[in-house]
């Protein structure tokens, strides 16, 4: 029965009524065709974190919150790209393992096949954001945008930044522009080269730098690009996510003033097939570290020469020590975590040092 609102009408504006919202959903239906479509794989991490109060920007539970209520937090996600989200894990990335690694960069590798897939997104948290960007940056087949995003304060802090900073990676994950760099990382309005990005302080939302200084800016939803990335990555890789089952045992032995050789020999008896030296300066070995270091590669364990040095520790070969001699390997400007992943990337294919090598030059 039409109501008493409806009888008002003339003719003509009731049919006029009557069309508008098949009209109005057409348009929307149009617009959505147009957009790209991004999927959003969630991690946990700060970025699903929640505190006890909004005065709590450092002191909180991480990976608290579902990927369903963080697109919903950002509403305006839907005029950028038709979004969907998937709860991947939900954990702490400092408790990320090589399982969690392999599970990710599997699914990853799933939805880039995917002809309804245009970018993905992956929320994670801070503490290992980088190693895992640079994981994905090695292994993933495709010229599709995968873009990494955290955040440094908690969505229930007053000054949370991961709102905008996954609107900005849904804004570079759909852009045809993005396609072709990489694994990149959103943060603080950067775009940086997942390769290149690590975490250099905490507690401020400007964490994540690189020394070779960021790809480009997202502004209001646009992406501004500067400059490309170097090394081969994703596309261009001998790695492929699809052919690893597990990684190798690769372990980080830190250097220091009055450094001895327990840790890297305890390591080593643990079962580490390679040791990344976090070294001083340009990856410099301490006089008591070098006989255990030198009996452990000819007992078969790698040993990788990297350096602690925050932002651009850049390790020259047989510079520091005769690493031809040694029949060590250097891990060039990636710092131990990085240098730890490369390794247990490169070791699926190859225990050769000397191949070893090249892989550290070329990625």
């Not at 949370?160 to 609107?167: E, V």
């Not at 994540?208 to 261009?236: C, D, I, Q």
């Not at 492929?240 to 450094?259: E, R, T």
Request: proline letters at 3%.
């Amino acid at each position: 029965m039409m109501n008493t609102a409806l009888k008002s009408f003339a003719p003509g504006a009731l049919a006029l009524l009557l069309i508008l919202p098949t009209a109005v959903s057409a348009k929307e239906a149009e617009q959505q065709q147009k957009l790209a479509n991004v999927v959003i794989l969630a991690t946990g991490g700060t970025i699903a974190g929640a505190g006890a109060s909004a005065a709590n920007s450092a002191t909180y539970q991480a990976a608290k919150v579902g990927v369903d209520k963080l697109i919903a937090g950002v509403p305006e996600l839907a005029q950028l790209a038709n979004v969907r989200g998937e709860q991947v894990m939900q954990i702490a990335s400092e408790s990320i393992s090589n399982e969690d690694l392999l599970k990710l960069g599997k699914r990853v590798a799933e939805l880039a096949e995917s002809n309804d897939v245009d970018g993905i997104v992956i929320t994670h948290g801070t503490d290992t954001l980088e190693e895992t960007a640079y994981f994905l940056n090695l292994v993933e087949k495709t010229d599709k945008p995968i873009v990494v995003v955290g955040s440094m304060r908690p969505g229930t802090a007053m000054s949370a930044d991961g709102m905008l900073n996954l609107y900005n990676a849904v804004a570079v994950a759909s852009d045809k522009q993005s396609r072709g760099k990489g694994v990149l990382v959103t943060m603080n309005d950067e775009i940086q080269s997942g390769r290149d990005v690590s975490k250099s302080v905490n507690i401020k939302t400007e964490a994540f730098k690189s020394a070779w200084g960021p790809m480009g800016m997202v502004v209001e939803g646009k992406s501004y690009w500067f400059r490309l990335p170097a090394k081969r990555h994703t596309s261009n890789s001998e790695f492929d996510i699809k052919q690893i089952s597990s990684l190798p045992q690769v372990d980080i032995a830190y250097g220091y003033g009055n450094v001895t050789d327990t840790a890297y020999k305890a390591l080593a008896q643990n079962g580490a097939k390679a040791l990344i030296h976090a070294g001083t300066g340009n990856g410099s070995v301490s006089s008591r570290v070098v006989p255990a270091l030198q009996e452990l590669r000819k007992n078969g364990v790698q040993i990788i020469r990297s350096s602690h040095v925050n932002q651009g520790g850049f390790v020259l070969r047989n510079a520091e020590q005769p690493d031809d001699k040694n029949d060590w390997v250097v891990a060039h400007d990636l710092n131990p975590q990085k240098a730890r992943i490369l390794a247990m990337v490169a070791m699926t294919k190859t225990q050769d040092s000397k191949e070893l090598q090249r892989i550290f030059w070329e990625y």
